[in-house]
């Protein structure tokens, strides 16, 4: 049994290894200034430019750290999140795919390469790239993902493996497979470790269960967040959760004094609530008011187009 696992894994990576060469032929179908098409048609772009000194100085640095301790795969990494903070999503996406091709069993490429087709809008590769990872971690003790973007208190909150279920669970969500989503939020509670990445956790993982009718279980999620958590840099999926628990007032959270990213992950949640709870005409314009802000590569909005497309 074991055996023919282990040839299923090998069969599944060839097939990848192989599918990573159309990878820049699909993308330069796309107009030249253009990075994907939305779940609504229409076209997106980015203004690519060059990133912030220190953040480029950051990144050089542990990308050649990498390359010193000879782990090549993670200098490779880091240029695709160096191409991916600029804008240029296609780009990230063929740089991890030429990678993929020399490292094959690298789960941290599939892991990476996923989060950007997730960005793209191609959930259904970003499944099969976030399964393969899953499958080449299988039994190994997680690793830490050092932040490109550091937090306030720069400490890295997540790993290798709470960022594949957790983003494996956000491709099913996108997709309306809330059942699925729900399997991969679980995996990913098994292995979280911090207040903030169980928080992210809870968030999608209540919103996956009341879209599948699973108001009980939902209602378990709940019961385990608290006022008082401390947290370091998912208050926004806190304070969405005290909403669901009818602890803080949905309309005292969208404010211009908030970042365009919290906005849109805000404005996703509470069109969420309204619309779970009847109130339909003004989830949709919530979720407009996201898609029209125009910030197409978060998270909150890609949720808000995907229910708009709906």
């Not at 330069?28 to 430019?49: C, F, H, R």
């Not at 990213?261 to 109130?279: A, M, V």
Request: charge should be negative; aromatic fraction near 12%.
């Amino acid at each position: 049994m074991k055996h023919l696992f282990l040839c299923a894994i090998a069969i599944t990576l060839i097939f990848s290894a192989c599918q990573t060469e159309t990878d820049e032929a699909r993308f330069e179908n796309l107009p030249n200034s253009a990075q994907t098409i939305s779940l609504l048609g229409d076209t997106l772009k980015t203004e690519i430019d060059s990133l912030p000194p220190a953040l480029t100085n950051r990144i050089d640095s542990l990308s050649a750290l990498a390359l010193e301790e000879d782990r090549l795969a993670d200098s490779y990494i880091w240029e695709a999140r160096k191409t991916a903070y600029a804008g240029n999503y296609r780009e990230a996406i063929v740089q991890l795919s030429s990678a993929i091709i020399e490292f094959p069993n690298e789960p941290e490429l599939y892991r990476h390469r996923g989060h950007r087709y997730i960005t793209l809008r191609e959930f259904d590769l970003a499944i099969r790239d976030f399964q393969i990872a899953a499958r080449l971690f299988e039994g190994d003790q997680d690793i830490v993902e050092t932040d490109g973007l550091p937090n306030a208190q720069n400490i890295p909150l997540s790993s290798l493996q709470t960022n594949t279920w957790y983003h494996l669970g956000l491709a099913h969500y996108l997709k309306g497979e809330y059942d699925l989503a729900n399997r991969a939020y679980l995996k990913g509670l098994q292995v979280a470790d911090n207040n903030d990445m169980r928080v992210a956790f809870w968030y999608w993982q209540y919103m996956a269960l009341r879209k599948a009718g699973h108001d009980e279980e939902a209602g378990k999620v709940l019961d385990q967040v608290a006022a008082d958590m401390e947290l370091i840099e998912n208050t926004s999926y806190h304070e969405l959760l005290m909403v669901f628990k009818s602890v803080f007032n949905s309309d005292e959270l969208l404010s211009g004094e908030n970042s365009e990213l919290d906005n849109s992950t805000l404005g996703y949640g509470l069109g969420f609530w309204h619309h779970i709870n009847g109130r339909t005409e003004r989830a949709y314009q919530i979720w407009q008011d996201v898609y029209d802000a125009g910030n197409w590569a978060a998270f909150g909005f890609i949720a808000s187009e995907a229910e708009l497309a709906r």
